[in-house]
């Protein structure tokens, strides 16, 4: 019951921002902008594990790998500006940021930075 819960209150949070993007973009944007996911999973993993540390560790990841996804956010806008059809841009920026994400997992490691 307790995963179900879990995955309905996610489901719910996903819904939400779409559906409020369909009548509000900027409202839909501030709801998808917040760090829910991130909330929900530190949440979930403090209730499942009782550890700050794991909590702790999880919250240092994410921010690193922020850095690399908010190139999603510029590049898909601008290639759609530029004409480029949404699957291509979709797909475009999907895999720059994947290159970005694993370019900052090169650099964590030479640069001894624990993540």
Known sequence: MYY?????????????VSETSKRSSLLGSVLASLPLVSFLGMVWLYIDTGSIDKV????RNIF???LPSLSFFLLLPYLLKKGVGFSA?????????IGLYLGMAFCLTKFNIEA
């Open 4 to 16: 179900f819960f879990k995955v309905a209150l996610t489901a719910v949070l996903v819904v939400a």
């Open 64 to 66: 690193w790998l922020v």
């Open 89 to 97: 841009s979709f797909g475009i920026s999907t895999l720059v940021m």
């Open 56 to 59: 702790s560790e999880l919250s």
